[in-house]
Each structure stands twice: as structure tokens, then as C-alpha cells.
């Protein structure tokens, strides 16, 4: 991975913090934590690097783990398993949303599991994903 696409990844993950822990705008979160907002925006957007003294200021702001504000979701269970990074992305994603969001989540995992299985079972039938997954 390149620095340019992790610090792109790492903004977009402290924007959805943002946004989740209700700070509608990059503005209102960057005068709570005591940054200046062009600083702040440089950051979200992927466009500054960061040091670590600023990356701790953000995580006590937004109350979450360093770890949480990278968007590496670390455990030894998971470190187990070869946790790819869209795993761990879909993980966050659902700990990050309402229970109603949750249960949408898991719905359309399941959805697109089985027709993975499906597809995989039957691969003579042409189209049998791309329709079910334009009628899901």
C-alpha cells in the first residue's frame, strides 16, 4: 500500500468516526479538538500526513483507540484468521452502524453469500448472479 492511499484510507476512516460520533461538519470536530480547520480538512481528505501527537489528539477527541482511528480493527483472533483489509473494513463499517443498519448489513451478506453458493453450484446458468443481485 502505498503512503499516498494509506493516508486516503486513514482520512476516510477519521471522517466516518466524525460523522458517527456527530459532528456534522469538519469545522465543528476540528475546534472541539483543537486543530485548525485547514489542518483538520488536510488530514480527512488524505491530503497531510499526520504525526503521531496529532493522531493521539484525534482518537481522545473522537473517545476511540488509535488502532480504531487507523481503521485496523487488531485482535489476536483475527491476526489468526488472515483478516483480509476489506474484512476488516466491512467489520468496522458494522460496528460503526445502528442496529437497524446492522440487521441490513448482515441481510444483504447473506444475501450475496448464497448467491455466491448458487453461482458456484450452477456456473452454466448465465446470468443467475447479475439477476438476483439487480432484484436484492
Known amino acids: ?18 460523522k458517527s460520533a456527530g459532528f456534522k461538519s469538519a469545522a465543528a470536530f476540528a475546534e472541539h479538538a483543537g ?6 480538512t488536510e488530514y480527512e481528505q488524505g491530503r497531510r500526513s ?3 501527537d496529532a493522531a493521539w489528539r484525534i482518537a481522545d477527541a473522537l473517545n476511540c483507540s488509535l488502532d480504531t482511528l487507523g481503521g485496523r480493527e487488531w485482535s489476536p483472533m483475527a491476526a489468526q484468521q488472515n483478516q483480509t483489509p476489506e474484512e476488516g473494513e466491512l467489520i468496522t463499517c458494522y460496528r460503526q452502524s445502528t442496529e437497524k443498519r446492522r440487521s441490513k448489513i448482515l441481510e444483504t451478506a ?6 455466491s453458493q448458487n453461482q458456484a453450484a450452477a456456473p452454466e446458468i448465465e446470468g ?3 439477476d438476483q443481485v439487480r432484484s436484492a
Open 110 to 115: 447473506r444475501d450475496q453469500a448464497e448467491l
Open 35 to 40: 486543530f485548525e480547520t485547514s489542518r483538520y
Open 128 to 130: 443467475l448472479e447479475a
Open 1 to 18: 500500500m502505498t503512503e499516498d492511499t494509506l493516508r486516503k484510507r486513514i482520512g476516510k476512516n477519521i471522517q466516518l468516526l466524525r
Open 50 to 52: 499526520m504525526a503521531f
